[in-house]
């Protein structure tokens, strides 16, 4: 779901958009981008929406009235784009407070940001088992960006949850995988694989985390320690 300042919803649907008023009635259906689509974020910023397509591997940028404009991130060696890397269906974006599209490179273990014309601006992010790093296969998840810049990320398979500087220095840790100790059990019962499963996460406008954790239907909410930078 992705929520414009005047109040309309725009809700991912498998491989469409879908559009409704602040009262919930649907206002408009678009096109879907082909049966690979996996719409897995959006973002709304001013008059354009972004789409995360996890199956086709692209950001697809429309206007609000749901006319395609570009393409983002595809392989393009001469714009020094190396192309979105996704073994899972977990894709993120997000418009940042400087006006960046930021989207996540899982399988490169990186956050990237783009003009919304496509041009490649930053990378940040890389592959380790070390607290400052992303591991697994695919890794981060999803993140949320708070007001300052910072990043709060969530990683998968070694459940955590970190928060980033602007720039992406590591900057501390919201909750490790001991804060996450049921969901062993509950993949141990199930027969699931934990590696499949990815938190969610938004920030409020205080700084409050809140996390949507899909193996015990909970939101969890953090808030930052008294004393802690």
């Not at 995360?52 to 392989?75: C, E, F, T």
Request: glycine share 14%.
């Amino acid at each position: 779901l992705a929520v414009s300042e005047d109040g309309t919803i725009y809700a991912g649907l498998g491989d469409h958009i879908e559009v409704y008023s602040p009262e919930l009635k649907q206002a408009a259906v678009w096109k879907s981008f082909g049966e690979k689509s996996i719409l897995s974020s959006l973002a709304v910023s001013g008059e354009n929406v972004f789409a995360a397509d996890a199956g086709s591997r692209v950001v697809l940028h429309y206007d609000r009235a749901g006319n395609l404009l570009n393409q983002i991130g595809r392989k393009d060696p001469q714009k020094n784009i190396a192309g979105f890397v996704i073994p899972s269906p977990y894709f993120d974006l997000a418009v940042a407070p400087d006006g960046l599209l930021r989207v996540v490179n899982p399988g490169r273990h990186r956050i990237e940001a783009y003009t919304f014309g496509g041009d490649l601006e930053i990378t940040w992010g890389q592959f380790s088992s070390e607290i400052d790093g992303f591991c697994g296969c695919c890794n981060p998840v999803n993140f949320a960006m708070t007001a300052d810049g910072s990043y709060i990320t969530c990683e998968k398979g070694l459940t955590r949850i970190k928060i980033y500087d602007g720039q992406g220095n590591f900057a501390g840790v919201v909750a490790g995988p001991d804060a996450f100790g049921k969901h062993d059990s509950i993949c141990g019962e199930k027969g699931a694989d934990c590696n499949e499963g990815g938190l969610d996460v938004v920030v409020d406008a205080s700084g409050k985390v809140f996390i949507l954790d899909p193996y015990t239907g909970e939101i969890r909410v953090f808030t930052r320690k008294s004393g802690s930078n």
